[in-house]
């Protein structure tokens, strides 16, 4: 009897989640979704840099060569961050995204990928980029 309780419970438990309605997603979960797509560029970006630098460190002139490991190493500090940030988000984002609206989920990430696009041009979009690497509105 008790068996058969639990796997009632536990359909019911999971038959409920399937047919909710997802929800709108909360400014903070906005803005976090949007920081995950800019962090992931700025990841990617980062990576690039860095083989490059690594490689010019190898086959550059002598006397260049402590200048671009130096600059190798200021990149692989820089990445500790971003992928710091970004780990930070994922693991506020995880519990929630199932519950929530994907198609208003997609909003911010779409911003997010013409903002990097704009970014060159425009410091305000920049400035609102560079928010994402340090997310203070996350908990702790």
């Excluded at 995950?36 to 690039?48: M, N």
């Excluded at 190898?58 to 990149?75: C, Y």
Aim: glycine share 4%; charged share 20%; hydrophobic share 40%.
């Amino acid at each position: 009897m008790v068996c058969g309780a639990v796997r009632l419970s536990i359909l019911c438990a999971c038959t409920c989640n399937a047919t909710a309605q997802p929800r709108a997603p909360s400014d903070d979960e906005l803005r976090s979704m949007y920081c995950v797509e800019v962090l992931r560029t700025e990841i990617t970006l980062q990576h690039h840099l860095i083989s490059a630098s690594s490689e010019a460190a190898g086959v550059g002139p002598p006397e260049l060569r402590e200048q671009w490991t130096e600059t190798s190493a200021e990149l692989l500090q820089g990445l500790a961050k971003l992928e710091g940030a970004l780990y930070r988000l994922q693991l506020y984002m995880l519990p929630r995204i199932q519950t929530i609206d994907s198609l208003a989920l997609a909003i911010p990430i779409r911003q997010a990928n013409a903002d990097i696009q704009e970014s060159r041009s425009n410091d305000t979009l920049l400035m609102r980029m560079r928010a994402c690497e340090s997310p203070t509105w996350l908990p702790l």
